[in-house]
């Protein structure tokens, strides 16, 4: 059992289990690693007596490798299956899985969102995203739909494309073969519902698709799905170029905000030229536009995106589009900057974005702009604004500036590279335990119904953003959690980065 929260804590946490003990910091860094090791490692051998299952012991395998307690592993690749509807997208999903996780139905539709998986053959771990059925010309939830196929493909190293073999290449299929190709990915065509080898001459007549051979399968049976997979694993690459952005590069900046609100002339101010088109008229940049730009010596990657007017499901035309190029932005994106116009009460679609990164989990800075058109009267309102709406991500570099003069933009720069440092902070497990042990010495968690849950161990599973693992006797109140939080913030420091924590519920062996 597991629970996420990327949420701040509230004043009334923040005061629940009491003030941080100034010492614990320093009490913290001067705990011998050693020590510290020591005590994680008898904490992780008392985890014996407890029911784990396979990805708890993968998980904890990784927390034990290196000198910081944990691992970097390498971003799987990802392979997208995309198609027109009722091809059997999701049965072939199941197939490769190995069990049925993808909800199949007999009715064009069932899918809608992409959803991902989990996935091995051959000793080689990917993931799978299965998509809804993609159409042209598609309207309403259907739109939606066929947009979020589009993403998944611009988010693949791969693409199985689905064709029915019974009904053969049709209008719709040629549409999804011109997306495709648009992708440039590599693609590979399934011949779907082949479930026996008397359909199998028929597959020679998706050749006229122009992507390559077709490969005839039944998702349903099994039939020749072993075949295909062992051709996918020749077209996969080793690690995933699209999953997880490599350290050392230039880092890549997405800039959100409302429409208006100044994000293409700071773009524009930073990148020293006239790079995107700027006008009075809200919601003129519709694509997002990459240019690479040098800051403070070093070359960064902005990202100028299209203004979220409000929610996708209500959009329509070129702005619902646009939302989704946003969205997509953000995810390939490291650090987002949030623009802020402080001319304006802040508004709940500037609340909104602030949320959309941090369940992107993303680094966060928030840049208030207009800053020069700023009157005393207003600054005042608008401080407390911040204290009341945006309390929750009171961690967030803030940086003052005017995208038009382009005063203080150079401060955006140090708030970038704290934001970055904080996302790719890592804990190691002996000095993590050692900080529960202080925690729940000072504060247990409170009784419920009769019982008392414990921590039994925690690591670090990953970074970016740091992602936290605790293992529990029972579930920990949300709010104890968010007081975990606000105490590894106290120590640690994680400015400008989101904080997960995850629970592990377990059980005692049965002797």
Do not use: C
């Not at 904080?422 to 019982?451: C, M, Q, Y």
């Not at 414990?454 to 007081?483: E, K």
């Amino acid at each position: 059992m597991s629970d996420i929260d990327r949420s701040g804590e509230t004043p009334d946490d923040a005061d629940a289990f009491g003030d941080i003990d100034p010492g614990l910091s320093d009490r913290l860094a001067e705990l011998d690693d050693d020590l510290a090791e020591q005590r994680a490692a008898s904490l992780r051998a008392g985890l014996g007596d407890y029911e784990l299952d396979d990805e708890d012991l993968e998980l904890l395998e990784g927390s034990e490798a290196g000198p910081d307690g944990i691992t970097y592993l390498p971003a799987l690749p990802v392979l997208a299956i995309v198609g027109r509807p009722n091809v059997g997208k999701s049965a072939l999903v199941n197939r490769i899985l190995g069990r049925r996780e993808a909800v199949v139905e007999d009715v064009p539709g069932v899918t809608r969102d992409r959803v991902s998986y989990k996935s091995e053959w051959l000793g080689r771990r990917f993931t799978v995203v299965d998509t809804g059925g993609w159409e042209p010309d598609a309207s309403g939830i259907n739109a939606s739909v066929a947009a979020q196929a589009e993403v998944a493909v611009d988010l693949a190293d791969a693409v199985l494309f689905v064709v029915d073999i019974n009904v053969g290449a049709t209008a719709t299929d040629e549409h999804v073969v011109r997306m495709l190709r648009a992708a440039k990915k590599p693609v590979i065509l399934v011949a779907n519902k082949a479930d026996d080898a008397i359909k199998d001459p028929q597959a020679a007549e998706l050749w006229a698709l122009g992507l390559g051979e077709p490969w005839p399968v039944s998702a349903l049976h099994g039939r020749g799905v072993a075949d295909l997979l062992d051709h996918v694993m020749t077209v996969l690459p080793e690690v995933s170029t699209v999953a997880k952005q490599e350290i050392g590069g230039p880092r890549r900046v997405a800039i959100l905000g409302r429409p208006n609100v100044g994000k293409s002339s700071l773009l524009n101010k930073a990148a020293g030229e006239e790079r995107v088109v700027v006008n009075e008229l809200a919601g003129t940049t519709r694509d997002p536009v990459d240019e690479q730009i040098e800051l403070a010596g070093r070359i960064w990657t902005f990202v100028d995106t299209a203004g979220i007017r409000k929610r996708v499901h209500l959009q329509q035309g070129a702005d619902f589009y646009a939302s989704l190029r946003t969205a997509a932005a953000l995810e390939k994106a490291e650090v987002a900057v949030v623009v802020i116009d402080v001319t304006e009460p802040i508004s709940t679609q500037d609340l909104r974005i602030v949320d959309l990164v941090l369940e992107s989990g993303r680094a966060l800075v928030l840049a208030y702009n207009k800053w020069d058109l700023l009157d005393d009267d207003r600054r005042r309102y608008l401080e407390r604004e911040i204290e009341q709406d945006l309390g929750h991500v009171s961690w967030a570099p803030r940086v003052n500036i005017s995208a038009r003069t382009g005063r203080h933009l150079e401060k955006l720069v140090p708030a970038l590279e704290t934001a970055l440092d904080s996302w790719d902070t890592r804990i190691p497990t002996g000095k993590f335990n050692a900080l529960l042990a202080e925690l729940t010495a000072e504060h247990p968690h409170p009784v419920r119904g009769g019982k008392q849950p414990r921590i039994l161990f925690g690591t670090q599973a990953s970074t970016r953003p740091p992602t936290f693992v605790l293992f529990t006797t029972g579930f920990l109140d949300p709010q104890y959690r968010r007081f975990i939080q606000r105490r590894l913030r106290e120590v640690y420091g994680f400015e400008g980065t989101p904080i997960v924590v995850n629970m592990r519920v377990r059980e005692k062996r049965r002797r």
